[in-house]
């Protein structure tokens, strides 16, 4: 079975996908041995940790493609990727959702922002007219090539255009073909509660969940509650790891050695055990003597 049939029935299941956030092959590697079932490739944590900038459009298309290769190398489990805007109109939509797709991603998510874009929690997003956002839908998934890849359609129009205009651009959406519903930036619980009621039995829906975002958190059972079918944590990852190194890096500064520090990181032997690096390092000599 195909990793995007795989996801493709998962969402069929009452239980809620929980999809840690990552960006890059050692987090996916790390998120698998903890036992999740699909992972989530957060652009905005491609853009903090690959430029050390914000999240507001800096990405291109052939870095994430890159990204999402090695990710591939490293896993075999179904990847959600964060495509942004898809990088331009309908036709860089399609070559978008090409790479991606063949790079190994599982299911595509695209925005209704135009572009700059930015973060969904940040303000003074602008978005593209609904119009072209459903031909950006219908785009992607008549460029796919794989019909259980799965297409992911944002609005963001909760902060630009308002609750009830963003419910409207959501209706176009799933009247485009999308598989997957993303309303992102709830403000409220009244705002998820309606949402639910009126998507909740069409089409699976998707919800953000960002320490310190706009939307009221929520842990994974009682969203699941709620009506949603996957639920995502895009930035906890780099969010836990800059805390973790502004100790690390402080502890280094003052005391000038990682002594002090041991207690709180992996040693050298750890590292490769985590790593594999004996198993690779045994293939190599199998095939440096012939392949036998």
């Not at 956030?21 to 992972?39: K, P, Q, T």
């Not at 619980?189 to 939307?215: R, Y």
Request: hydrophobic content about 40%.
């Amino acid at each position: 079975m195909s990793l995007q049939k795989k996801l493709r029935e998962r969402l069929n299941v009452p239980e809620i996908l929980l999809a840690p956030g990552i960006y890059d092959a050692f987090g996916a590697m790390m998120a698998e041995r903890a036992g999740f079932d699909a992972l989530y490739l957060s652009g905005a944590s491609i853009a903090y940790t690959k430029l050390g900038r914000p999240d507001i459009g800096l990405i291109t298309a052939d870095e994430l493609a890159t990204i999402v290769g090695t990710i591939r190398e490293r896993t075999n489990l179904p990847l959600i990727v964060d495509a942004d805007t898809g990088f331009g109109n309908a036709l860089n939509v399609q070559r978008t959702i090409k790479m991606l797709e063949r790079n190994g991603a599982s299911a595509i998510q695209i925005e209704d922002q135009s572009l700059p874009k930015r973060c969904g929690h940040l303000e003074g997003k602008t978005l593209v007219n609904a119009d072209e956002m459903k031909g950006k839908i219908k785009a992607a998934l008549d460029a796919r090539r794989d019909q259980d890849t799965l297409i992911v359609a944002r609005t963001d129009a909760i902060g630009v255009e308002g609750y009830d205009l963003a419910m409207e651009r959501a209706v176009g959406m799933v009247e485009a073909g999308a598989d997957v519903l993303f309303i992102e930036a709830f403000q409220n619980e009244e705002q998820i509660a309606g949402a639910v009621e009126e998507f909740g039995s069409k089409i699976p829906l998707l919800v953000n969940m960002v320490e310190g975002g706009k939307t009221p958190m929520s842990p994974a059972h009682e969203l699941q509650e709620k009506g949603f079918s996957i639920v995502i944590f895009p930035g906890g990852l780099v969010r836990t790891l800059a805390h973790a190194a502004e100790q690390y890096f402080n502890s280094l500064y003052q005391n000038g050695s990682t002594l002090e520090h041991l207690d709180h990181m992996y040693d050298f032997a750890a590292l490769n055990d985590l790593l594999d690096t004996e198993k690779m390092l045994e293939a190599g000599k199998k095939y440096s003597e012939g392949g036998d």
